[in-house]
């Protein structure tokens, strides 16, 4: 065990062989290249580079552009770190190569005093994060500025202990991309399986009776959806559920705002209040994003937003209906043929009616339902494993990055 000693710091505390200083005396900040669109090439030369914006970075599949022999100044290497000082502030950047943008600060940093895992993790933590955006500011376009950015503190631990930190946290990273790949992988499988098994290519052993073609509204007791005014919120009360509260597989635990026992009440009245078996999917804005099947008692009722399927349990499987709508193609059409209004997007609920749906048996239904559904739950677990990962590694950052934990120089993988 190494001992910890601390001294006052407004980083916290920090070790006596560290020290406390501001990133003006440790880097230096220049920005990229603004460049009009007209004059960004779609074609690369033997003299230019890739233009490096918010934009391409983040979308993999957007069409390149290119910079006619920029200046060194506004070039960056792929060992170099950049970071975002306006609009989406603070997302750090590195292993590309080209002319940056004007949105990015590229980091001249002394790199015999500053590990750039350390730094990239640094800048990354929850802390520095939340004052770097406090600092850009809460305008429409956030922007930091050099003097902000230069006033931010830095922990300058010795360089062989900045090291040992990067490398301990580099081991949480490979897990993090590990889990990851695999979601994405079981994310594609489960997409495979959907349109070979919802659309009858596939078919299981014992079922060949001919699918059938019907509307959803024939197919339901109910279609309705929740409530078309929003009471009073209240400290303690009853959830009242909206679009933002839904994911896949239900709500989302105490994110909705509450209401009064008398307003909930008189909404359970107006059949606001999900049922076992009901399909509840987002029909306003996030149209078709989430639709999940009630399958325990919602002590809450929904807005508008939601729409309500009660269906005929003789005639289709709810979660059958579930899985249906979680097709892309399915998504794709429904809000194509079916969006109404000119600002946020909805689907009115007698279009829902006439939604067709091709469907097998009851039975053949369930069967298919069942294998969907354990890929779902292996997806899920997975989900819940990255979640975890990414919860250690923030608290480990938080502890290694200002020195409250120390690691043990002498062995590379050994904390204290």
Known sequence: MVLNEYQPSHLGK???????????????????????????????????KEYITIQSI????QVREYVEMPSDRVTCRKDDVLMTRTGNTGIVVTNVEGAFHNNFFLMDYDRNKINKKFLIDYLRSNRVQHLILTKAGASTIPDLNHKDFYSIEFPLAP????RKIAQILSTWDKAISTTES???????????LMQQLLTGKKRFEGFD?????????????????????????????????????MNMYGFKIGSARLISNDD???????????????ILIAKDGSILKHCFVVNQNIEGVILSSIAILRPKLEKISPNF??????????KMYVAKAFTTGS??????????????????????QQKITSVLITADQEIDTLQQKLNHLKQEKKALMQQLLTGKRRVIVDNETEVA
């Open 14 to 48: 920090i070790p006596d062989d560290w020290k406390r200083v501001k990133f003006s005396t440790i880097t230096k900040v220049r920005q990229g290249l603004q460049i009009a669109i007209s004059e960004r090439l779609t074609t690369p030369t033997e003299t230019s």
């Open 343 to 364: 600002g946020v997007p909805r689907i009115v609920l007698k279009d829902f009616k006439k939604i067709k749906i091709q469907m097998p048996t009851v039975k053949e």
């Open 159 to 162: 360089l062989e202990e900045q």
């Open 58 to 61: 983040k979308k993999i599949d």
């Open 264 to 278: 909930y009440q008189s909404l359970v009245k107006q059949n606001c209040k999900p049922e076992l078996n009901d």
């Open 182 to 192: 695999l979601i994405a992988n079981s994310q594609q499988q489960k997409k495979s």
């Open 209 to 245: 009776t001919n699918w059938v073609d019907e509307k959803l509204g024939e197919l339901c007791n109910k279609v309705t959806d929740g409530a078309h005014h929003s009471p009073s919120s209240v400290n303690v009360g009853y959830p009242m559920f909206s679009v933002k509260d």
């Open 321 to 330: 209906i579930a899985q249906y709508f979680g097709q892309d193609y399915v």
